[in-house]
């Protein structure tokens, strides 16, 4: 279990013991993330996102703030500190949640987010690129630099084209699951 930055935080364990009603999960992981699996009636917030979506956010609310181990929640705690907010960052994040035997939400079979797919994408065209163009053509050392391209330009506009093509794919697109309760209590048991 990694550990965590902040010193508010509760155990998966603590949580589900818990019937305080003005809890509300918050999973700041991306929606790719979220969709591959997440605790139960929790709200995706990306961490990117969270300073501009404050207003989504109700103010008798204690937050519980989630992501997969619980270091890009203890991030988010620390963006949100100033910020007057009840916050607390679940320790172990969906991880301790899923090794605790408890139910995720699935609305996607992908068990890879969609950011890890595009750096196996490109780790994979730049290896390509690379190979081929020592073994069969200099020419094919331009699909590195387009590659290498493609990325310099994502990391500046925010805009990924290859994400967007791997987002088409079937593995990648969100199920019709039914949605999620408002409630956090899922009637699930600690082992």
Same mark, same amino acid.
């Given at each position: 279990m990694s550990e965590v930055l902040c010193e508010t935080?509760?155990?998966?364990?603590?949580?589900?013991?818990?019937?305080?009603?003005?809890?509300?999960?918050?999973?700041? /992981?991306s929606p790719?993330?979220?969709? @591959?699996?997440?605790i139960p009636a929790a709200i995706n917030i990306p961490m990117d996102e969270i300073e501009s979506r404050l207003g +989504? =956010?109700?103010?008798?609310?204690?937050?519980?703030?989630v992501c997969q181990s619980g270091k890009r929640a203890s991030m988010t705690h620390?963006?949100?500190?100033?910020?007057?907010? +009840? =916050?607390? $960052?679940?320790?172990?994040?969906? +991880?301790?949640?899923?090794q605790a035997g408890l139910p995720l939400v699935a609305s996607t079979q992908s068990r890879w987010s969609l950011?890890?797919?595009? /750096?196996?994408? @490109?780790?994979?065209?730049?290896?390509?690129? $690379?190979?081929?163009?020592?073994?069969?053509?200099?020419?094919?050392?331009?699909?590195a630099g387009f590659v290498g391209t493609g990325l310099?330009? @994502?990391?500046?506009?925010?805009?990924c084209a290859m994400a967007n093509l791997l987002a088409l794919l079937p593995w990648n697109r969100r199920g019709s699951g039914k949605p999620c309760s408002t409630a956090l209590s899922c009637g699930c048991t600690i082992k």
């Amino acid at each position: 279990m990694s550990e965590v930055l902040c010193e508010t935080t509760i155990d998966v364990q603590e949580l589900c013991r818990s019937t305080n009603p003005a809890l509300r999960c918050i999973d700041v /992981r991306s929606p790719t993330e979220f969709a @591959a699996g997440h605790i139960p009636a929790a709200i995706n917030i990306p961490m990117d996102e969270i300073e501009s979506r404050l207003g +989504d =956010l109700r103010p008798q609310d204690h937050l519980i703030l989630v992501c997969q181990s619980g270091k890009r929640a203890s991030m988010t705690h620390a963006l949100l500190a100033h910020q007057g907010c +009840d =916050l607390t $960052v679940l320790r172990g994040g969906t +991880d301790a949640w899923r090794q605790a035997g408890l139910p995720l939400v699935a609305s996607t079979q992908s068990r890879w987010s969609l950011e890890r797919q595009v /750096r196996l994408g @490109a780790g994979l065209l730049v290896l390509t690129g $690379v190979v081929f163009g020592l073994l069969l053509h200099p020419g094919w050392f331009y699909l590195a630099g387009f590659v290498g391209t493609g990325l310099i330009f @994502a990391g500046t506009t925010n805009y990924c084209a290859m994400a967007n093509l791997l987002a088409l794919l079937p593995w990648n697109r969100r199920g019709s699951g039914k949605p999620c309760s408002t409630a956090l209590s899922c009637g699930c048991t600690i082992k």
